[in-house]
T-cell receptor, first 114, second 114 residues
Framework: GENVEQHPSTLSVQEGDSAVIKCTYS??????FPWYKQELGKRPQLIID?????GEKKDQRIAVTLNKTAKHFSLHITETQPEDSAVYFC?????????????FGRGTSLIVHP | DAGVTQSPTHLIKTRGQQVTLRCSPI?????VSWYQQVLGQGPQFIFQ???????GRGNFPDRFSARQFPNYSSELNVNALLLGDSALYLC?????????????FGQGTRLTVV
């Protein structure tokens, strides 16, 4: 099955700095890569996603890049703000047993210091 | 994502007991997935149901079972509870079982086994 590795586990930055979270996956058939943000005590929510036919996607301060050859994808947050503090999860979606199943990374705890 | 509801929000059970968790997906969504999230880790896939049929099963023991009802709501059952079953159980609502479909998570049920 799919295996997703996510690094770093914790990331501490100053407000205004950039933050980068990296993920690698094992199943070359995976074609959809969503990123979720989970604030303390709240549900995971999709913040951005990328499909395999695209190399980069941006949404305001957030961007995601995908390298299918190397099987890795990254989340980039620019001009970080304290409200960006949360746990971020990457996922890779692959076909398993006839159904599309996302496999999640272990998460990155981002701390933005004012 | 106003429609994804899970009940109960918190639950305390004793080792050896059985528990039933419930999930109502977003109106119109036909697929429900269940995840276990242990503190400090990403969501781990347990089951996926689509149109009342089991479409995927993660690496969990037979003590875990689930079903989906005609109205697309779902129940997750765990028998013979162990201390290690303590976790946040998340339900995700998905419109269709396709590669690029966003998963909308519920708030989760916090299960504590003592």
């Amino acid at each position: 099955g799919e295996n997703v590795e996510q690094h770093p586990s914790t990331l501490s930055v100053q407000e205004g700095d950039s933050a980068v979270i990296k993920c690698t996956y094992s199943d070359s058939a995976s074609n959809y890569f969503p990123w979720y943000k989970q604030e303390l005590g709240k549900r995971p929510q999709l913040i951005i996603d990328i499909r395999s036919n695209v190399g980069e996607k941006k949404d305001q301060r957030i961007a995601v890049t995908l390298n299918k050859t190397a099987k890795h994808f990254s989340l980039h947050i620019t001009e970080t703000q304290p409200e960006d503090s949360a746990v971020y999860f990457c996922a890779a979606t692959s076909l398993s047993g006839g159904s599309y199943i996302p496999t999640f990374g272990r998460g990155t705890s981002l701390i933005v210091h004012p | 994502d106003a429609g994804v509801t899970q009940s109960p929000t918190h639950l305390i059970k004793t080792r050896g007991q059985q528990v039933t968790l419930r999930c109502s997906p977003i109106s119109g969504h036909k697929s429900v997935s269940w995840y276990q999230q242990v503190l400090g880790q990403g969501p781990q896939f347990i089951f996926q149901y689509y149109e009342k049929e089991e479409r995927g099963r993660g690496n969990f023991p037979d003590r875990f079972s689930a079903r989906q009802f005609p109205n697309y709501s779902s129940e997750l059952n765990v028998n013979a509870l162990l201390l290690g079953d303590s976790a946040l159980y998340l339900c995700a609502s998905i419109l269709e079982d396709t590669m690029n479909t966003e998963a909308f998570f519920g708030q989760g049920t916090r299960l504590t086994v003592v």
